[in-house]
């Protein structure tokens, strides 16, 4: 069903396959396989990748901001700080856990978006969080 109500007939073929009746009375074929990282569509000749993501993945991968060389940390939902797993000073890798937040009911790693070295934590474990909070900053380390 569209938004405006009207309904496209859609019917799945015996092969796996999808026939979609258009607005216009157009039957177009569609396939779909999945697999464990993408859905591909393939229509009129054509085919397309979608990348499938976990709502609660999307917003982790999007959770972590940085400026080039170094930058806020900041987090895209709210949540409650459960472990902060780096002090002031360290040096980290990119991808390396910083801390972990509580949200949606689950345990999620904040992780470092670069390396650098850590020079300030702005919460600690017990905060609750809001979505933009700056959870620390990264800048430049000059050994890392």
Sequence with gaps: MLPDGRVLDVVRLPDGGYSIRSLDGTVSRIDVVRTQQTVDVTTGGRTFVVEVQHERDALLSSSAKKVNHGGKLTVSMPGKVVKVLV????????????????AMKMENEVRSPGAGRVTLLHVKEGDNVEAGTVLAEIGVAEDS
């Design 87 to 102: 002090s002031a000073g360290d040096i980290v890798i990119a991808g390396q856990p910083i801390l972990i937040i509580e």
